[in-house]
């Protein structure tokens, strides 16, 4: 049970969280009082998990200090001072005020131990989100632990690399369905994680970097590869991100469950290796992993109402597997998506300014594909997202329903930041045709 308390001269209240599962309660009123509580049952555990943390957001930016924070101990209301909580921290998910020059006061965030500020200083630094740092957040939680935060984390990749790594995975890559019949095809949900491949020690991305998973994470996984996602959940893309790109391997991964749709060392067809993992984690449970369903797809009929019912709880789409395929290295027709919308990488080359309700913050991203059409993207970015932009020269993924004649991406929405794709490669294929 998180506790949250709110003073001043004419309030004295407590609020209070506590996730179970997929159940949710939280309990409020007077301090010194029992006060009233509420019990909801958000169906998955992941959904309560992002509900837990969008409360707690909104708790800490009225005002509320978490009991056993810095700032609860020295009697303040968060972004009275920042004298008052020099060595504070914010939990995962939280968010606070803090005072800037003159009348002007910024916000600190922690998402997924990525922390931000809403200041410009930090907003328009060149370096990727996980490696920026200002006075507010160096005020806030203390040099030594901003110096260790930054001094600890490795530099990502370029962000325009020449080619993947020597050691990057031999993953099988998908092919857009084109109505082809799916009739007899293996049919599953597409998750919106982040792409993993288990090489037997270690987590690596497409592009061969490692995910540096908690011990207690990778304990009682096979010494034999494994391919699947890193997934906190429907919608939670953003999230999956933030914490696998962690340097801490925290508590943070609890959040996320490792989804495994192929054994690629297993020799057979596809039945042969979804088998084989099915056997495989029966007889040794792990309580991150999941191996995801499969069903046979008795045709066209079927395909759209399974696609209807996973987009309207939030999914992404699907996929579709050619029955008895081998595992094959790089693009195969054996493996299909299946969306309602299209989606493509882009890079950030600028930004718009929000004017209204945004004033002060990002309006939208100026964007350029890999064949060098450019256009903006304003819709899907969080007000946190706008106050700390990914940088210029980071690469997005965008969704959106059909490209004009001039190839320009229709009713184009932001999703996320990629930090596996080899953005030169994506370049030179477009150069190419």
Not at 401 to 419: H, I, K, M, S, W
Request: aromatic share 8%; proline share 5%; with cysteine.
């Amino acid at each position: 049970m998180r506790r949250f308390e709110y003073r001043d001269a004419k309030s004295n209240k407590f609020w209070e969280i506590d996730r179970r599962g997929a159940e949710v309660t939280t309990r409020w009123g007077r301090v010194g009082t029992d006060g009233q509580s509420k019990t909801k049952d958000l169906g998955t555990e992941a959904k309560a998990i992002s509900e837990v943390d969008k409360q707690v957001r909104g708790k800490v930016g009225k005002g509320y200090v978490e009991e056993g924070t810095a700032a609860a101990a020295s009697g303040t209301a968060d972004g009275d001072a920042i004298s008052a909580v020099t060595s504070g921290d914010l939990p995962d998910g939280a968010e606070t005020r803090v005072p800037g020059s003159g009348s002007r006061s910024y916000t600190l965030r922690n998402v997924g131990g990525v922390y931000s500020c809403s200041c410009p200083a930090w907003r328009n630094q060149s370096e990727p989100i996980e490696r920026r740092t200002c006075k507010h957040l160096r005020r806030f939680r203390g040099d030594a632990a901003e110096q260790a935060r930054l001094g600890s984390s490795p530099l990502r990749a370029p962000r325009r690399p020449s080619g993947a790594k020597a050691d990057a995975p031999p993953l099988l890559l998908a092919h857009r369905w084109e109505e082809q019949d799916p009739t007899g095809w293996w049919m599953s949900e597409k998750l919106d994680g982040v792409r993993a491949y288990w090489d037997g020690a270690r987590f690596v991305s497409r592009l061969g970097n490692a995910y540096l998973a908690p011990e207690w994470f990778r304990e009682g996984l096979p010494d034999f590869p494994l391919d699947g996602e890193l997934f906190a959940g429907r919608g939670a893309f953003q999230r999956s991100v933030s914490i696998a790109r962690r340097v801490d391997a925290g508590e943070a991964w609890r959040s996320l469950k490792f989804v495994i749709f192929d054994a690629p060392g297993v020799d057979g067809g596809f039945e042969d290796r979804l088998a084989h993992l099915e056997r495989h984690f029966e007889a040794h449970p792990h309580d991150q992993v999941q191996v995801l369903e499969h069903r046979p797809c008795t045709g066209l009929e079927q395909l759209h109402a399974e696609l209807s019912r996973i987009e309207e709880l939030g999914g992404e789409g699907l996929m579709l597997r050619r029955p008895r395929s081998r595992y094959e290295v790089g693009r195969s027709e054996t493996l299909l998506k299946v969306k309602t919308f299209f989606d493509t990488e882009a890079i950030i080359v600028g930004y718009q300014d929000g004017a209204g309700r945004h004033e002060g913050r990002v309006g939208a991203l100026h964007l350029e594909l890999p064949d060098g059409t450019r256009f903006k993207v304003g819709t899907g970015l969080s007000d946190a997202e706008r106050e700390a932009p990914p940088a210029v020269g980071e690469v997005i993924t965008v969704k959106y329903q059909e490209l004009t004649d001039a190839g320009v991406p229709r009713f184009p929405t932001y999703v996320g930041v990629r930090a596996d794709v080899d953005w030169g490669a994506m370049v030179e294929a477009a150069k190419e045709g």
